[in-house]
Each structure stands twice: as structure tokens, then as C-alpha cells.
């Protein structure tokens, strides 16, 4: 005789006789006024999901990588102590390479001697145009086996700065000329890390993501070339709002496939995450690893492809061994010790994140089509109104923080006057004023507690 579970014969609940159940033990008060909640990126949140908020789950099913890797950042100042520097890493748990390089007469021989380039990945971002250097790539990768990821986003470099390096026509040919050196590797980056950390919502650092990628598309396709448009490069910061964060990372790969359909271009693309700086605090800098800590696992169960994790004392510390270790060990904790390894794309299917990816995507789709409309993203930037829409967010935020609505713990709650940070400081933490001529108004990077810290050190 065959048992049946009696577990599964129970009927299925609809979502309006769950709410009627809620409503009933509200005894009055409004449903939506006491439940519903939204969030900056204008989503009202409901108290429960189920079902009937994936049936068309086809349109909101995304691709994940199999796997993730932990990555080193290293700013390049002398090639061989950096060299040194990677191969220790590699010993101890780093599995890919981000070198930061400032200036084009870096020596590729001896930043990566002893390397083994067949199964390192190695991120190069360059921080300078030149046509040259892509040329020295090119012959270096000629006699090795090796696949190079190279991050040269000169939209991102206006809107950061203010200028372009050289010229809006010598900048863009640069990065036509490093896709033609370098057939099949991933030579196009759009770098969306920094409207993060310039306050910019969810949907706004989408949109403007997908509008610099569509510049570069269009440069592409106006070009009488062959040269094929690579696979892309996604750089992002991630906040501390994990289920967001999460639907964030998986709309960005839903919104890349829709545009790069329409061009032909490749469907994939390619992550790579750290945390985000706005909400690093100076004081009670231990609450910077359990910020971190989340935003880690936002950006592995989002699916980003390679994550470096951003040290406890970055803000105010020079690169230093025990940061950068613990930093590493964190990920290899949610690695190997929280089985954050054990399964690709984990939130594929929850009924909550599934409709949280569909609305930042839908949103996002949405504002990127009306800054096309009205004449793309470089006009956007030239204009000043992708600068203001960032600021009047960034500035409603700060009010927040300000006003404790928004909570840092040891900044505006939970301070401990006894904390004294002006000794340790070894590297300037707050924004950097640059009174220098630009041709448009930068986007500038800048932490919530900067002003509330200043006061305190002031004060010590």
C-alpha cells in the first residue's frame, strides 16, 4: 500500500485570502498604510509574496555564473614589490588580479612575472588614453597564455572628472583601438561603481549603466570596422540593503541582454562588485566589516563574477597586510565556511527577489528610454541633468542621516565619545575639492558621515 504525504494535500492559499487574514489581524488599522512600505527607488514593498507574483517568471529569469572569484586590488607604484604582493595573495585565497595602473610606462614583464596567467585572471584598469600601451597588451599577450580583462571606461573618466583625457573623439578612438588589439578579450568596461557612491538610487545607477553602454554600441556601430563589440564588463558598488542590492545585480544582467539584443551584440556580460564607500563610517571602523560582510553576500547571491572586497579601514588607512588579509578572509569564510559556493544562482525562483528584479529592471528600462529620448547620455552629462537628478538624491539621503532616519551605527547612533581617530588618519577620508576648469559638472563621491566626522575631529 502506498502512504501519501498529507503535507502536500493541504489546498493553496490565495495571495487575497492571505491578505484578508492580515487585514483581519490589523482589527482596523490600513493594510497599506501600516504594511506597505517604499524605498527610494519609489517600490512599494508588500508584507509577503507568493505565487501568483511569478506567473509570467519567464520574462524575469536570469543567467548567474557557476561560480564567483575573490579578487585582489593592487595599485601599481612599483612593479616588482606589486608582483611580490600578487603571488603572496595568490597563496593565501586570492583567485584573481586587479592591478590599478596610473600611468602607461608600467612594465607588464615584471608586474606579472611568475604569474600563472593560464588560470589567473587579471583585470588591468588603466587610468590613462593610450594607444601605445594597448599595443604593448597586445604583444604581451601574443607570447603568453593569458586573457585580460581591461578597464578603461572614459565615459565614466567625464563623468567623474569633469574632462575628458584628451579629446571626446581621441578618448573613444583609444577604446575602439584596444577592442581592434585585442579580438576576444573583454576590453569594454562601464564603470556604474561611482554613482553608488555618489548617492545615485538603484535605478538611476542602472539606467545610466545601460546609457553608457549604449553610447559605446553606437560608437561601435558607426564605425566602418569589423571590429566585433565584446562582451562587456560591469563595474558596481554595492550598498548594505541586501535584498535590493541583490535584485540589483540580477536586473543588470536582464537589462543588458534586452539592449544588447537589439545590436547584435554579445548576451552576457561580465560583474565585478566591492562594497560601496558612501556608507563607510571613520569612527567605530569595526562596523565597517559587518557592512561589508552583507554587501559581499548581496553581490555573491546577486551573481556578480568576481568580487574584491573593500577593507575595514580603507577610507583612512594606506594599503596594509592585516586590512587587505581580513578582507579576503571574509570572503573565504562565506566561501568555505558558509557554503556561499555550494550553489549558483541561489535567489533564482524566490518569489520576493524574482519581483523586486522584475520592478528595478522595468524602472530602470524605463528612465533609460527617456534619457534616449531626450538625446542620450553624453547630452545627459553636458546638460547637467544626470548630475542634478544624482545630487537631489544624494542630498535627500544626507538629509536623512542627518535627521537619524537613516542609521549608522557609531556615526549618528550608538556614538562612543571616547572614539579618537585623528592619530590613525593616514590618507585624506573626505572629499577632495578640485578647483581646476571643467567642461561639464564632475559627480562627486562622498560618504554620509564626512561632514558629522569632520566636526568630531575637530573637536578631539
Not at 264 to 277: D, L, M, Y
Not at 339 to 365: C, H, I, W
Request: proline share 4%; glycine share 6%; net charge neutral.
Amino acid at each position: 500500500m502506498t502512504k501519501t504525504n498529507k503535507f502536500y494535500d493541504f489546498p493553496g492559499v490565495s495571495a487575497k485570502a492571505w491578505k484578508q487574514q492580515i487585514q483581519a489581524g490589523l482589527q482596523g488599522d490600513d493594510y497599506n498604510a501600516r504594511l506597505v512600505w517604499e524605498g527610494p527607488d519609489r517600490i512599494k514593498v508588500k508584507p509577503f509574496y507568493n505565487s501568483e507574483d511569478l506567473e509570467d517568471l519567464a520574462q524575469t529569469q536570469v543567467s548567474a555564473p557557476n561560480s564567483w572569484k575573490i579578487g585582489q586590488v593592487c595599485y601599481v607604484q612599483n612593479e616588482k614589490s606589486v608582483n611580490n604582493k600578487a603571488l603572496d595573495v595568490l597563496n593565501r585565497g586570492a583567485e584573481s588580479l586587479y592591478f590599478v595602473l596610473p600611468n602607461p610606462d608600467v612594465n607588464l614583464n615584471i608586474l606579472l612575472q611568475g604569474i600563472d596567467l593560464s588560470k589567473v585572471p587579471v583585470y588591468l584598469e588603466l587610468q590613462f588614453v593610450s594607444t601605445a600601451f594597448a599595443k604593448k597588451i597586445a604583444a604581451f599577450k601574443s607570447s603568453k597564455e593569458t586573457s585580460f580583462l581591461i578597464h578603461m571606461d572614459v565615459l565614466a573618466g567625464l563623468a567623474k572628472t569633469g574632462n575628458w583625457q584628451q579629446s571626446m573623439e581621441e578618448d573613444l578612438a583609444s577604446v575602439f583601438e584596444l577592442t581592434k588589439l585585442l579580438p576576444g578579450h573583454r576590453s569594454i568596461t562601464i564603470d556604474g561603481a561611482f554613482y553608488q557612491n555618489a548617492g545615485a538610487t538603484r535605478v538611476q545607477q542602472l539606467a545610466y549603466m545601460l546609457a553608457q553602454a549604449n553610447e559605446y554600441l553606437n560608437y561601435f556601430q558607426n564605425q566602418e570596422s569589423s571590429v566585433s563589440f565584446p562582451e562587456p564588463i560591469f563595474k558596481i558598488a554595492v550598498d548594505s540593503d541586501y535584498f535590493f542590492e541583490i535584485a540589483k545585480i540580477r536586473a543588470l544582467r536582464m537589462l543588458w541582454k534586452s539592449l544588447a539584443t537589439v545590436y547584435g551584440a554579445p548576451g552576457s556580460c561580465h560583474i565585478i562588485a566591492q562594497p560601496s564607500k558612501r556608507n563607510k563610517t571613520l569612527y567605530e571602523y569595526n562596523a565597517n566589516l559587518l557592512r561589508t560582510t552583507t554587501e559581499c553576500m548581496a553581490a555573491i547571491l546577486g551573481g556578480a563574477d568576481t568580487i574584491c572586497n573593500l577593507p575595514y579601514d580603507a577610507i583612512y588607512h594606506k594599503d596594509n597586510e592585516f586590512g587587505e588579509r581580513i578582507a579576503r578572509n571574509q570572503l573565504l569564510i562565506l566561501r568555505n565556511e558558509s557554503y556561499f559556493g555550494a550553489v549558483s544562482n541561489p535567489a533564482d525562483g524566490a518569489y520576493y527577489l524574482e519581483t523586486l528584479t522584475r520592478q528595478l529592471a522595468e524602472k530602470a528600462m524605463d528612465l533609460f528610454k527617456n534619457l534616449e529620448a531626450s538625446g542620450g547620455y553624453l547630452k545627459g552629462l553636458k546638460q547637467h541633468t544626470i548630475q542634478k537628478k544624482i545630487r537631489e538624491q544624494a542630498e535627500k539621503e544626507q538629509l536623512q542621516f542627518d535627521n537619524g532616519e537613516l542609521v549608522l551605527v557609531g556615526s549618528n547612533v550608538y556614538v562612543n565619545p571616547k572614539d579618537k581617530m585623528k592619530d590613525t588618519i593616514e590618507i585624506y577620508p573626505f572629499l577632495k575639492s578640485n578647483p581646476g576648469k571643467t567642461l561639464i559638472e564632475p559627480i562627486l563621491e562622498k560618504r554620509l558621515a564626512e561632514s558629522m566626522e569632520q566636526k568630531r575631529l575637530d573637536n578631539e
